[in-house]
Structure formats: structure tokens, C-alpha cells
């Protein structure tokens, strides 16, 4: 297992790989938005974590039909499947390359664009703490879309179909959690829901996606 | 003592039957290889017995975790090393002895090239020097020689007498002669009979 995380890492960073792709979509996305509504703070502040966990949305989207389409074309998924690795053990380190690669970068880069879209320090904390515990379902998710998508041409498009409406909880609470920390309120309640969500989706979905995939391998 | 009893299979590719009623066993030391024209299902009865998809009819006995598998695509990352390949399915299955399954390939003075500047015939052979890091006694191989030079097909076949001559066993389907002592199953007897699609038990009752 250990094995798959280093060579999906590995990968990921070599040429090709698309590290970093997802937080410079994310940076052009945050810099985009004051040019549409405008560069003053009283418009940008109400709608800066709705923006922000989109971008996050979005980023994270960019890259999850690799997770499994590329070993499905080089027959790597098929040898994955007849090795000793459970293939949901196989799902969630996917998941967690995707996490790694993708969602993690974009937790480190966020206060940065959050100060882009003038959101007040006081809630840098709560931005980070709803990213951090909310992208984990981000990928996870987005692995089931990719696994119940793999072998079809053109899936990317099918999977942003598939994984999009998957995502409306964890961005209702994560937009929430970052809302009240910039007004001041109870960020407790918010957050337990985006914890109570990952854990699930982290616990059910390796299951779910393992088989979508071994109905696909036949 | 056999390492692999198939009995009776059924099997069948997008639904529709292609080879049934087949019977054989291997021990170690043996090899069979499968012949049969082109469609007849070779390639679904070998991924079938490596566990790729479920047997529509029959039984298939072996030790879990046996097989290693081979087929068209070899798994190979083109922006990783030949010897990055290797040690990563090493891991992935337990194995070692990189060192062997790079030699045993005449791979050596590849080792630190990318996979992706290999060419069509030394991918081929990197991908069948990563059944000796596998470590499994089934081999279960799909056309193996394809695009390999005289001299690889050689080599080959020396690397699977090999695996032979150390109780391992394996399940061929190629349609050239690679010198080896293997028994030969000629698929063409077994077609499927009459073209009707598997549909799932209790199909046509929930629509009668």
C-alpha cells in the first residue's frame, strides 16, 4: 500500500503529473472573481467562503478522472486487481494520493487567496480547519465518480455530473463553518457536520468504489 | 497435487457466451497453452481465471492469490524508470529479485531509462520480467511474444522453462511455437452453441 501512495506521488510530481494544476486553478479562479463583481470589500467579503470552497470544488474536480483512468489505459488496474492489495485498500490510497496532491496544497495556499477576496483574518481559521476536514470527502468522493467512470471515453465530463451534486453537503457546511467564524458565531455546529460527512464518506465509499471498478474490469 | 482445476467453465464476454464446457487441470511443472481462432475467448477464459471477472457456469480451484497475470498492456508508467516499474510491482506483490528479473530480460542497460522511451518490444519484455518479481507459481499469460524480437522470444522461453522447472505452472494463449514440453488446448470444440445472451437468473420470470 505504502508502495502505491510513494509511485501515485511520484507520478503526480514527475513531468505530466498535474502536482500544483488544482491550486493554480484555484489561484486564477480567486483572482477572476474581483474583476467580475468588483475590487471593493463590502461585495467581496459576503460571498469570499461560498467563492473559496467553490474554487476548492472545482480544483479538486480538475484532476479525478486520473485517479483511475491512466492504470485502466496501461493495464496497471487490471494487475492491481490480481494482486495481493485489497482493491479498496487500492481506492482509498488513490483517494489519498488525489488528497495529497490536490486538496492539501490547496488547505497551505488558501489564507493567501482568502486575503484576495478580503476575508477578515478572524476567519483564516475556520476557512482552514473546514478545508482541511472537508477536502478529505472532496477526494473521496470524487474517486467513486472516477471508479464508476473508468473505461468510458470522454468520462470527465460524465464524472463532474456524477461527483458535483455529491459535493452540496460538505460546501453547505463548509461555507457555513467559514461564514460564522467571519461573523463571530458558533463554528461547532458546522464543523461536526463536515467531520460526520468525511467519516462517512471515508468509511462507506472505498467499498462502493471498489465495486464500481471490479463490475468494470469485466 | 494441482495447482489450477478448472472444471466445466462457462464464460462469457458483454453478455454473450463464448467458450463453455472446458475441463483441465495444471500441475506444477506443466504449461498448456490455448489455441483457437481469433473472437473465440482466449483472452475472457484467461481473465476469468485470474480473477478479472466471474465464471458464468462451472468451477475454478486454485490457492488464492496464485496468479499472476499478463496480458496486452504491460502496466508501465512511462514517466517512472525500468527499474522503478520493477521494484514498484515487487512491493505491490511481495516479491524481490529485481536484479534477476532485470538480467533474466537482458534489461540491464535500461534500468534507468523512463519506460516511456522504450520501445514497443523492450516494454513487452519489462513487462513479463515483472512476472519472476511477482513471485506467483500460476502464470496466466495473454499472448506474451507479442511484438518481441527471435532472440526475446528466446529468452522467454528460457525464463519459463525456468519457472517451470521450479513447480510453477502456466496458462498460455499465443499462437507461435515457443519450444517448450506443454500440452496444447485447442478451444475450437468448446464454442458456445446457440447465441442467446446470459441474461441473470430470475430475468425472464420478473418479466414473464
Excluded at chain 2, 9 to 18: N, S
Aim: hydrophobic share 55%; with cysteine.
Amino acid at each position: 500500500m505504502i508502495a502505491l501512495l510513494r509511485r501515485d506521488l511520484r507520478l503526480a510530481v514527475r513531468a505530466g503529473g498535474g502536482f500544483g494544476l488544482g491550486v493554480a486553478f484555484f489561484l486564477i479562479l480567486c483572482s477572476l472573481v474581483p474583476f467580475g463583481v468588483g475590487p471593493d470589500s463590502g461585495a467581496l467579503q459576503p460571498i469570499a467562503p461560498g467563492i473559496l470552497w467553490l474554487g476548492a470544488l472545482l480544483a479538486c474536480l480538475l484532476s479525478l478522472d486520473r485517479i483511475f483512468a491512466l492504470d485502466h489505459e496501461d493495464g496497471s488496474l487490471d494487475l492491481l486487481a490480481t494482486s495481493p492489495l485489497p482493491l479498496e485498500g487500492a481506492v482509498a490510497i488513490k483517494a489519498l494520493a488525489h488528497w495529497i496532491t490536490t486538496g492539501l496544497p490547496l488547505i497551505v495556499a488558501a489564507p493567501l487567496f482568502g486575503i484576495l477576496l478580503h476575508l477578515p483574518a478572524g476567519a483564516i481559521p475556520s476557512l482552514l480547519v473546514s478545508l482541511l476536514v472537508g477536502t478529505p470527502a472532496l477526494s473521496m468522493l470524487g474517486a467513486f465518480g472516477a471508479a464508476v467512470t473508468v473505461g468510458l471515453r470522454r468520462g470527465g465530463l460524465l464524472l463532474s455530473l456524477l461527483v458535483l451534486p455529491l459535493y452540496i453537503p460538505t460546501l453547505i457546511f463548509g461555507t457555513e463553518m467559514i461564514r460564522r467564524g467571519q461573523q463571530g458565531g458558533d463554528a461547532a455546529t458546522p464543523l461536526l457536520f463536515l467531520a460526520g460527512i468525511t467519516a462517512g464518506v471515508l468509511a462507506v465509499i472505498p467499498f462502493a468504489a471498489a465495486a464500481a471498478l471490479r463490475v468494470n474490469l469485466r | 497435487m494441482t495447482l489450477l482445476a478448472v472444471h466445466d467453465l462457462v464464460v462469457a464476454r458483454g453478455g454473450l457466451r463464448t467458450v463453455e464446457g472446458v475441463s483441465f487441470s495444471l500441475a506444477p511443472g506443466q504449461a498448456l497453452i490455448l489455441r483457437g481462432p481469433n473472437g473465440i475467448g482466449k483472452t475472457t477464459l484467461l481473465r476469468t481465471i485470474a480473477g478479472l471477472q466471474p465464471p458464468v457456469g462451472g468451477g475454478i480451484e486454485m490457492a488464492e492469490d496464485a496468479v499472476a497475470y499478463a496480458a496486452h498492456a504491460d502496466g508501465l508508467k512511462g514517466a517512472l524508470s525500468v527499474a522503478e516499474n520493477l521494484a514498484f510491482w515487487a512491493q505491490v506483490f511481495g516479491g524481490g529479485g529485481i536484479e534477476a528479473a532485470l538480467s533474466a530480460m537482458a534489461l540491464e542497460p535500461l534500468a534507468d531509462r523512463p519506460a516511456a522511451a522504450l520501445s514497443a518490444g523492450q516494454k513487452r519484455r519489462l513487462g513479463l520480467a515483472r512476472l519472476l518479481v511477482a513471485r506467483r507459481p500460476l502464470w496466466v499469460l495473454d499472448e506474451p511474444t507479442v511484438s518481441l524480437d527471435a532472440a526475446s522470444v528466446l529468452r522467454f522461453a528460457d525464463m519459463m522453462r525456468g519457472h517451470l522447472s521450479e513447480g510453477g505452472a502456466a496458462l498460455i494463449a499465443t499462437h507461435i511455437d515457443l519450444g517448450l514440453d506443454a500440452r496444447i488446448l485447442d478451444l475450437t470444440p468448446f464454442r458456445a452453441q446457440g447465441i442467446t445472451p446470459s441474461r441473470p437468473a430470475g430475468f425472464n420470470e420478473a418479466f414473464a
